[in-house]
T-cell receptor
Framework: NAGVMQNPRHLVRRRGQEARLRCSPM?????VYWYRQLPEEGLKFMVY????????ESGMPKERFSAEFPKEGPSILRIQQVVRGDSAAYFC??????????FGPGTRLTVL | QQQVKQSPQSLIVQKGGISIINCAYE??????FPWYQQFPGKGPALLIA?????SEKKEGRFTISFNKSAKQFSLHIMDSQPGDSATYFC????????????FGQGTELSVKP
């Protein structure tokens, strides 16, 4: 059973560009969470999704950030018009029943 | 009320020693307390977790102690090994309710040979 997959693993963007981060949950998992880890800091919750629904987006910045988990395909975290402060590691976690969460390897975003 | 406070920030232990990391939470509704281990450049890996109906849980060299009245829990790593050198995060959430994980600040553990 493959673990949570994230791609790309590393992403470099210039200020003002868009970043798209993808997450494929573990087989059988229908709950997806996104977390952000800033340099030298802990992990902060961003958004919780189930198939086609956003359940909790209380940790997501109001502007420029959006997330989706379509019926088919991976979950996408989208950051529009990136700024240097968006540079961080973004982790996706999946869960079978909204309990234990298993993390992917992360996408490290660098904004130049 | 959503915070989880973790200490120490860093810890150096000799090989074979006991590593102890402490966490305290505020929200009494939390009912699931996992610990994650993270190596540089990797994602957090679920290490061990506890529900508040027990005061201790042991898996191999890793033990969680839980004190519900004090709202504290701790991770003990027995016979610490250099391979245990990593950053450890405690977390708290609401089990089976899709709760977001509230993480502590992390503890960077270094086990010296």
């Amino acid at each position: 059973n493959a673990g949570v997959m994230q791609n790309p693993r590393h992403l470099v963007r210039r200020r003002g560009q868009e970043a798209r981060l993808r997450c494929s949950p573990m087989k059988g998992h229908s709950h997806v969470y996104w977390y952000r880890q800033l340099p030298e800091e802990g992990l902060k919750f961003m958004v919780y999704l189930q198939k086609e629904n956003i359940i909790d987006e209380s940790g997501m910045p109001k502007e420029r950030f959006s997330a989706e988990f379509p019926k088919e395909g991976p979950s996408i975290l989208r950051i529009q018009q990136v700024v240097r402060g968006d540079s961080a590691a973004y982790f996706c976690a999946s869960s079978p029943l909204a309990n234990e969460q298993f993390f992917g390897p992360g996408t490290r975003l660098t904004v130049l | 009320q959503q915070q989880v406070k973790q200490s120490p920030q860093s810890l150096i232990v000799q090989k074979g020693g006991i590593s102890i990391i402490n966490c305290a939470y505020e929200n009494t509704a939390f009912d699931y307390f996992p610990w994650y281990q993270q190596f540089p450049g990797k994602g957090p890996a679920l290490l061990i977790a506890i529900r508040p109906d027990v005061s201790e849980k042991k898996e191999g060299r890793f033990t969680i102690s839980f004190n519900k009245s004090a709202k504290q829990f701790s991770l003990h790593i027995m016979d610490s090994q250099p391979g245990d050198s990593a950053t450890y995060f405690c977390a708290a959430t609401l089990y089976n309710q899709g709760g977001k994980l509230i993480f502590g600040q992390g503890t960077e553990l270094s086990v010296k040979p």
